[in-house]
Nanobody
Framework: QVQLVESGGGLVQPGGTLRLSCAASGSIFDFDAMAWYRQAPGKQRELVAT??????SLVDPVKGRFAISAVDSKNTVYLQMNSLKPEDTAVYYCNALDPRGGIVLPWGQGTQVTVSS
């Protein structure tokens, strides 16, 4: 079974930069689409960014600040996070998407991003 491993999170000051990585290991897949999600304390997991044959898209709160990219047939996905705000504080997760936009794989453990002075 393919496993998702997120990394790159940490503590950063407002305005800082992080690049998150998502590695899919355990098998070889050619995913049509991948996505980043985040879950802040006390809140539901929310979509942040997607990338696929259609291109890439970002939700409004991160548009202009974040960028998603992928290599190796989307077995490795990145989330470049610039101009970070305290509101970006969350655990960030990645996953593969089916044609309906539903997740394909079990959730990984995610990587914690904390934006604070």
């Amino acid at each position: 079974q393919v496993q998702l491993v997120e990394s790159g999170g940490g503590l950063v000051q407002p305005g800082g930069t992080l690049r998150l990585s998502c590695a899919a290991s355990g098998s070889i897949f050619d995913f049509d689409a991948m996505a980043w999600y985040r879950q802040a304390p006390g809140k539901q997991r929310e979509l942040v960014a997607t990338i696929g044959l259609f291109g890439s898209s970002l939700v409004d709160p991160v548009k202009g600040r974040f960028a998603i990219s992928a290599v190796d047939s989307k077995n490795t996905v990145y989330l470049q996070m610039n101009s970070l705000k305290p509101e970006d504080t969350a655990v960030y997760y990645c996953n593969a998407l089916d044609p309906r936009g539903g997740i394909v794989l079990p959730w990984g453990q995610g990587t914690q991003v904390t934006v604070s002075s």
